[in-house]
């Protein structure tokens, strides 16, 4: 090798090259391969050596791609507010970088692996990166490392050359138009109904006028002109006469505005008989008349208008006005939903179907709350904007600072204030407002509302808390009726809707006399407001301190649910003389400050769920004090100063179990009305002196020492008892979770020995009653201790029984005893072990009426019950239970049947029955013979307490009943649901002669089975039960028991063929 690169770099190369039997173009030849083959093991010698460093240089080009994908993203995002969307090359691109980028992180993972010999070998981890290591270490592994690198170099710098050549973002498409006219909302589908429900309306002859109501804003006009324009299309109607009543025109320029549309030339002679001549011009042409946004009814024949030969529909956000209209048909248009809602602002606001619910996109849709008009002009107003405009938007939206757009306040705001102004009084407006204090959506409570009104005295001082609530709650309806307030399940609490609340907001903001703090907001705007509002909410901000601020015109303040404001200066109330109403909710202030002693004026005081456990006593210089609310407050004992509250007319001490009252102050305070106490240290003393409060009309009281309710001794007389307009007595603190709309309320559990107070005072009075583990030896509802006469029920409206194991029977009944429980509703037993029957009546009489009103009855887990109706003496009741609706009767062992064919017949009203788990049942309804043997074991039961319930001179012969014809077939005509689940032992549902009864069932439309594999006949034939479309089957083993079953019976078998799939 030596001897060829000497003679190679020898003077004379041409010699040379003679000499070693080489020529010229030899040697050219063989450089070519030589220097190829030098290239390429010097690239791989490079690759070997330099494989960190290229793969170091690969990722720093990758990164900076990473980079520029970033921006892309963030661009393509805000493109969607400007109706721009990522072309398909920018979309192609992100994906390519993003696979690039999975395949740099790999290689750099591998190629910067830890050096081995650091680890402990013995680790799973370490073992699998040692090995790694070893990986990279081999020369091979290396060369291809680099190779790899290399190749990801070039193609990153090819991305990032191809990213300015791009064009980035193209105009999107807007989503197809569903709704049939631009704003209309005819095609979703909560309008569906409606729509079908005004167009029968109007097809209907019976019917000439129809109201259709519903809120400001929520597409009540453009429904019906959709609908009527339609119609008018379809040939249903000739003319369509419409007049906008917005702005409340007079008589005069609506008869004016019916004649020019129906082609009437003005002359005198038509002017002095203008209506003559509408209503001929009505009657030559089938014509409806449209009368829009009305906001009072209008006398129709005054205005010529011959009601009974054409058709009017009236719009108007007052449901009263229908009524005083005389329309024989009514109809609410309701929100979308909010799924509508989304659609409809993403056509609006052109916002793409990529964007989510909570996204700011989503997120203003929903503040909207399902309002059409809001959606669609809050979505225009925002199309095409950028993320900024949006998210700033949101951030109005939500403090409920008004949009500044002239088409936001005039297409909104505007509209609903006109609704404001309609309102009739400033006690209504007064009210409207302030409910707009609360956060858009919350519920606010009635009871909340009554104190606040109480406080700034707008009824007067004279009225009672009970006139009060009944004022406001007249008040509110109204307001409701304008659709400005929402009702909400709960009677006991309203709604304000967000754009409402907004639009309220708005309304105050120019008056200057309330605000309402949004969040975020700064001490020194606080303090400006202080200065010159009446009404200031600060409800749910974030505030952490307030000075004491110069506030001489504040009348009401709301210093609610701020858990970030710990303390008050100790003069924070010292400018503010006039304030009437302080509410402190649910505050994180644990002490109040000194100058709560100069609040003279406060007549409402609520400290509901707050922290504050110390300087309660300055409470006691507010000799004005009307209503001091401290439910869930934090302090342990009330002190005796507050005793000099001598114009108190409410206090509430719920929710606190510990509470010590010192003796001698509830008595003090003479002219409560109201007056609400859970603390479990009641005492008989205590209820003493309640019972001494001779204004008192509203009682909650939770007695934890259930002795008291034993005394025999005069606790609660009867008079005060009448004079209660509402009581809430209980022993279960989770009880008072049961109160509903009913007044007069009494749950006991554990009082095995009802005291002659209670019996004397209080059952006489109770509409819903709960007894639980109250008897312990055998008796009856009727012998209580002293009572004696069964008429102490005549108001109960609502009984439920648990546990009471001693006690026999429910009711007992003779003909002076037929009004007993008159006028219940409900009744629940449950575990009551030794319950034999529930009704037994004991009568002479031909016209006893028995539980006329009863409409629930519920028996659950009964272990002796032989019968639920019984009777003896001749003849038997002719009304039992003809208002009933729901028969339930679960887990009943000794149970042979449910209903004698006299009784079911009875039962015309009966819509659910639920029979499960009544292991003995044979039958569900039985002959009247049966009647005889619960009438013999009844007789016998009579020896042993008969003489407790009826004296032996008053006692009738036992009588066998009288066999009554069978059943109808066209019995249960009113039953709508009937479930038969886990009875084993049934093997009929009636059956007479032999012959197994079907019944007609008119109503039936859900039918439940399963368990009842004794069951011989369907209670189904195939006529019958027209509303049913299917029989559910309880239990997987059902199927072929049921199949055997139908089987018998071929028009039943194809008819639900579908239930043995």
């Not at 009437?264 to 509408?278: D, Q, T, V």
Request: aromatic share 6%; proline share 3%; net charge negative.
């Amino acid at each position: 090798m030596k001897l060829l690169s000497d003679m190679i770099h020898c003077s004379r190369p041409v010699e040379t090259a003679a000499i070693a039997g080489v020529t010229k173009s030899g040697i050219d030849m063989a450089q070519g391969p030589v220097k190829s083959m030098g290239s390429y093991l010097w690239a791989r010698v490079t690759h070997l050596v330099k494989c960190e460093a290229e793969v170091d240089k690969m990722k720093v080009k990758v990164d900076s791609l990473l980079r520029d994908k970033t921006d892309m993203e963030t661009i393509s995002e805000h493109a969607n507010y400007e109706c721009k969307v990522a072309s398909e090359a920018t979309k192609q691109w992100i994906l390519d970088v993003e696979e690039i980028a999975t395949q740099a992180k790999d290689l750099v993972v591998e190629c910067k692996g830890k050096n081995p010999a650091r680890h402990d070998l013995h680790d799973a981890d370490a073992t699998q990166k040692a090995r790694k290591k070893i990986e990279v270490m081999n020369p091979i592994r290396r060369l291809q490392i680099g190779a790899l690198a290399i190749k990801l170099l070039a193609r990153a710098e090819e991305l990032l050359k191809h990213r300015n050549d791009l064009f980035l973002l193209v105009p999107c498409r807007r989503p197809p138009n569903t709704l049939m006219l631009r704003n209309n909302v005819m095609e979703f589908g909560s309008r569906n109904e409606i729509v079908s429900q005004i167009i029968n309306a109007l097809k209907e002859d019976k019917v000439h006028i129809v109201g259709v109501y519903g809120p400001c804003g929520i597409g009540k006009s453009l429904l019906v002109a959709a609908i009527l324009e339609k119609m008018k299309t379809q040939k249903e109607f000739d003319e369509v006469i419409t007049v906008d009543l917005r702005e409340k025109p007079g008589l005069e320029e609506i008869k004016n505005s019916f004649a020019k549309q129906l082609g009437m030339i003005y002359s005198a002679k038509l002017n002095a008989h203008r209506a003559a001549f509408l209503a001929e011009k009505l009657k030559e042409k089938k014509s409806i008349l449209f009368l829009d946004n009305a906001w009072e009814s209008l006398d129709l024949w005054k205005m010529g208008i011959p009601v009974e030969e054409c058709k009017v529909i009236v719009t108007t956000q007052k449901i009263e006005v229908c009524k005083y209209m005389g329309a024989q048909v009514e109809i609410s248009v309701d929100f979308l939903t909010e799924k509508e809602s989304w659609e409809l602002f993403k056509f609006k606001a052109v916002v793409p179907d990529i964007s989510g619910t909570e996204t700011v996109e989503g997120k203003i849709a929903k503040r909207c709350g399902g309002l059409p008009l809001a959606l669609d002009v809050i979505g225009t107003v925002l199309c095409g904007k950028d993320k900024r405009y949006w998210e700033c938007a949101l951030s109005e939206l939500e403090s409920s600072y008004p949009l500044e757009k002239s088409e936001v306040l005039q297409k909104i705001y505007m509209p609903l204030e006109s609704s404001y102004n309609h309102l009739e009084g400033d006690e209504k407006k007064s009210l409207f407002l302030l409910c707009s204090l609360f956060p858009g959506g919350h519920k606010i409570s009635k009871n909340e509302l009554t104190s606040y009104w109480t406080g700034e005295d707008i009824f007067n001082e004279f009225n009672t808390l009970e006139e009060t609530r009944r004022k406001l709650h007249m008040r509110i309806t109204d307001i409701e009726d304008s659709f400005l307030l929402l009702p909400i399940n709960d009677t006991k609490c309203v709604m304000m809707h967000n754009i409402v609340r907004d639009v309220a907001v708005f309304i105050a903001s120019r008056f200057c006399e309330q605000f309402a703090a949004p969040y975020e907001i700064a001490e020194d705007k606080i303090n400006e407001k202080f200065k010159t509002c009446k009404r200031v909410s600060l409800i749910n901000t974030s505030i952490e301190k307030l000075t004491a601020p110069v506030c001489e015109h504040l009348q009401l303040l709301l210093l609610r649910n701020n858990s970030s404001l710990h303390e008050l200066p100790e003069n924070f109330f010292q400018s503010m003389q006039q304030l009437a109403v302080l509410d402190m909710s649910n505050s994180s202030i644990h002490s109040l400050p000194l100058s709560t002693k100069d609040l003279a004026a406060v007549r409402t005081l609520c400290l509901n769920d707050s922290k504050v456990s110390r300087g309660i006593w300055l409470v006691s210089s507010l000799e004005n004090l009307r209503v001091l609310s401290l439910a869930g407050c934090s302090i342990d004992s009330l002190p005796e100063q507050l005793g000099n509250l001598k114009k108190l007319r409410l206090l509430d001490l719920s929710s606190m179990e510990s509470l010590e009252i010192p003796e001698g102050l509830i008595s003090k305070l003479r002219y409560l009305e109201e007056l609400y106490v859970d603390t479990s240290k009641v005492t008989a003393y205590l209820m003493i002196e309640i019972d001494d409060l001779t204004r008192l009309r509203c009682l909650q009281l939770f007695i934890k020492d259930v002795s008291v309710l034993s005394l025999n001794d005069q606790i609660f007389r009867i008079d005060f008892v009448r004079k209660l307009k509402s009581y809430i007595i209980y022993t279960e603190l989770q009880w008072i979770t049961l109160v509903k709309s009913h007044r007069k309320n009494l749950y006991l559990k554990g009082v095995t020995t009802i005291g002659d107070w209670v019996v004397d005072a209080l059952l006489g009075e109770t509409e819903n009653l709960i007894l639980d583990s109250c008897f312990e030896e055998e008796s009856t509802v009727l012998h209580f201790t002293a009572l004696s006469c069964i008429s102490t029920f005549s108001v109960l409206k609502i009984l439920r029984l648990t546990n009471c194991n001693g006690l026999t029977h429910l009711v007992w009944c003779n003909d002076q005893k037929q009004s007993v429980f008159h006028n219940l509703e409900e009744l629940h037993i449950t575990k009551c072990d030794s319950l034999r029957s529930v009704f037994h009546f004991q009568s002479t009489s031909k016209n006893l009426s028995a539980f006329p009103c009863l409409k629930i009855i519920r028996l659950i887990n009964l272990q002796e019950t032989v019968s639920i109706w019984s009777w003896e003496g001749n003849p038997p009741p002719q009304h039992i239970c003809p208002n009933l609706k729901e028969l339930n009767v679960q887990r009943c062992r000794k149970l042979d049947f449910v209903l004698v064919a006299r009784v079911a017949a009875m039962l015309s009203n009966l819509e659910r029955l639920t029979l499960k788990s009544n292991v003995a049942l044979k039958e569900v309804v039985a002959d009247d013979y049966r009647m005889e043997e619960i009438v013999a074991e009844h007789v016998e039961m009579e020896e042993t307490v008969g003489n407790e319930i009826v004296s032996a001179d008053t006692r009738y012969p036992a009588h066998p009943a009288d066999v009554g014809d069978s059943l109808d077939p066209e019995a249960f005509p009113s039953l709508t649901h009937l479930s038969l689940v886990d009875l084993p032992g049934m093997e009929y549902f009636y059956k007479v002669g032999g012959e197994i009864m079907r019944f007609s069932w008119k109503s039936l439309v859900s039918l439940k089975l399963g368990g009842c594999h004794s069951l011989k006949g369907f209670p189904i034939h195939g006529a019958s039960a027209p509303g049913l479309k299917n029989v559910e089957l309880v239990h997987n083993g059902d199927k072929s028991w049921y199949q055997t079953l139908i089987s018998q019976d071929a028009s039943l078998a194809e008819r639900f063929k579908t239930t043995q799939e």
